[in-house]
């Protein structure tokens, strides 16, 4: 136990910092983790799947290297947990989907091997809504996924495994994807740091495409400085995705706690409006007080076609996803139905009605309907249009400000079942993460207060296309200002 409260203690990098200095070895680490992944998972059930044998493998060669001199890596022995709709060579990759149940990749995302290749350890996969389709785990194939910080509540979601993990110690960093606020809600509701970066600064490739207009890679982790460690890893330019940026990395960690220039702030009207928790509301206008004290300005400003966003993002999204579920008919791989067929239309069908949930099958009919010839203008076209504006009235903010702040979300986590028969409910949830990935930019939510049962609130940190590493220089100021993102739930 002793060691279990060592490793509860530790950020990412303090972790990596020890296993370098030799205090603790990386098989011990991970032998303990295990351990206490065992004692914890049972009531928490982040993950899908765990890699006890390739983790102890991996921290034994890094142990090696240690034990040599060899150069190590950035990530040196720190444990990582992967959204399991991310591509790893060999072991299973299901999107919490019984279409890709018994699917095991050929190959490594490109921010798998990156990771590898910086000696992280991959711990296992985690749970999330099945393809990323939901905001609350509830909508995996396989179990529900409980919040740590009180086990009635939902994580979040789709990637409500990897910060479940992440809150209770069970990995030290996470990576998510993040389509309309699936990395950024569940870090809100678990207290971690979320971050999703400019779409095209971290590559796609391997990561299962839900809509990929939307999709972007990025980091679950317990602080800022270990979000900019991850994100320095992943990012860069790869052939494979040809949205990827040929832009530069910067060195996200340099001068992580300064901020040059005098910060400009832009708060939102519309996201502080109806349907706002009063004490998230609360928490982040108290979080803006805190930079108003170090010398920020403050600027209220107005982003007039925010309100639309929810309604184009569920039309944008559907289309995307309808046409990349449609490669899962049960003939090149995924899911066959034990039940005869006929001929291959019914066998198609089969395949498609026991492979996929309701959710998915929702997004299919509604991205096939607002695709389909005579309801194309009045839907698609439409919500691409409402796309421009919504991405011009961010250009137009950000001539104004060096960053926009709002909630991450409009209520803290809810009660597993609460929202699951009311999908629009549930849809509204990601009501201020939308935004950023229809206009692709980066977004970090940082834990910023409590509710008074002593559930997480999360606060939303927008940027201009890929300046990341001002969002974290700005996280990085609250961070050091406030002390939220050390509380832990308790240990049981
Ligand atoms: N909750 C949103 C949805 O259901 C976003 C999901 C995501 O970002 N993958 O589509």
């Keep these: 136990m002793e060691l279990f409260l060592i490793l509860h203690n530790l950020s990412a990098n303090n972790i990596k910092e020890k296993i370098i200095n030799r205090e603790i070895t990386s098989q011990e680490v991970v032998e303990e983790l295990f351990e206490w992944i065992c004692l914890k998972d049972p009531s928490v059930k982040a993950y899908l799947y765990l890699d006890k044998e390739g983790a102890l493998l991996k921290a034994k060669e890094i142990d090696k290297k240690l034990n040599n001199g060899d150069k190590i890596g950035l990530l040196a022995g720190i444990p990582v947990a992967i959204k399991d709709n991310i591509c790893t060579s060999g072991i299973k990759t299901t999107c919490a989907s019984r279409m890709l149940e018994n699917f095991v990749p050929p190959y490594d995302a490109f921010v798998i091997k990156k990771i590898k290749e910086e000696d992280a350890v991959i711990i296992g996969k985690t749970n999330l809504d099945e ?10 194939a396989f179990h529900v996924t409980r919040n740590p910080w009180n086990t009635d509540y939902i994580p979040g979601g789709s990637g409500g495994g990897s910060a479940a993990a992440v809150t209770s110690d069970m990995a030290f960093m996470a990576l998510g994807s993040d389509t309309g606020g699936s990395i950024r809600q569940p ?72 901020i040059n220039s005098k910060l400009k702030i832009g708060v939102p009207r519309e996201f502080f409006g109806a349907g706002l928790n009063p004490e998230v509301g609360n928490a982040v ?21 925010c309100g639309y966003a929810v ?56 991205g096939n309907y607002v695709l389909s010839a ?39 986590a809810f009660k597993i079942g609460e929202k699951i028969t ?30 008074t049962t002593g559930l997480p609130i999360g606060m939303q940190i927008m940027g201009k296309y890929f300046e990341e590493k001002k969002i974290l220089q700005i996280a990085k100021l609250f961070e050091n200002e406030t002390g939220f993102h050390l509380k832990k739930p308790e240990i049981k």
């Design 131 to 140: 393809f990323a389709m939901g905001s609350s785990n509830e909508n995996s």
């Design 187 to 258: 870090s809100a509701f678990c207290g971690n740091v979320g971050f999703k970066p400019t779409y095209g600064r971290v590559s796609r490739y391997g990561l299962v495409a839900f809509a990929s207009s939307l999709d972007q890679i990025g980091t679950i982790s317990k602080d800022v400085y270990d979000a900019a460690l991850l994100l320095q890893v992943v990012s860069g330019h790869d052939g494979c995705d040809s949205t990827s940026s040929k832009m530069d990395v910067p060195e996200y960690l340099a001068d992580i706690n300064c």
């Design 285 to 305: 206008t108290n979080a803006l007080d805190i930079y108003k004290k170090k010398g920020a300005e403050i600027v209220d400003l107005s982003l007039p076609h």
């Design 311 to 366: 309604a184009a993002y569920y039309i944008i999204a559907t289309a995307e996803a309808s046409s990349n579920l449609a490669r899962y008919d049960g003939v090149r791989y995924g899911y066959r139905s034990q039940l005869s067929e006929d001929n291959i239309i019914d066998m198609y069908s089969r395949v498609r009605a026991e492979g996929f949930g309701s959710e998915v099958k929702r997004r299919i009919l509604l």
């Design 374 to 412: 005579g309801f194309y203008d009045a839907y698609y076209l439409k919500a691409s249009k409402v796309r421009t504006l919504i991405k011009s009235d961010f250009e137009d903010a950000f001539d104004k400000v060096d960053c926009i702040i709002s909630p991450t979300c409009p209520s803290p």
């Design 422 to 451: 009311d999908p629009l409910e549930m849809y509204l949830s990601d009501i201020y993460t939308i935004p950023a990935n229809l206009v692709g930019i980066p977004g970090v939510s940082i834990p910023c207060g409590f509710t």
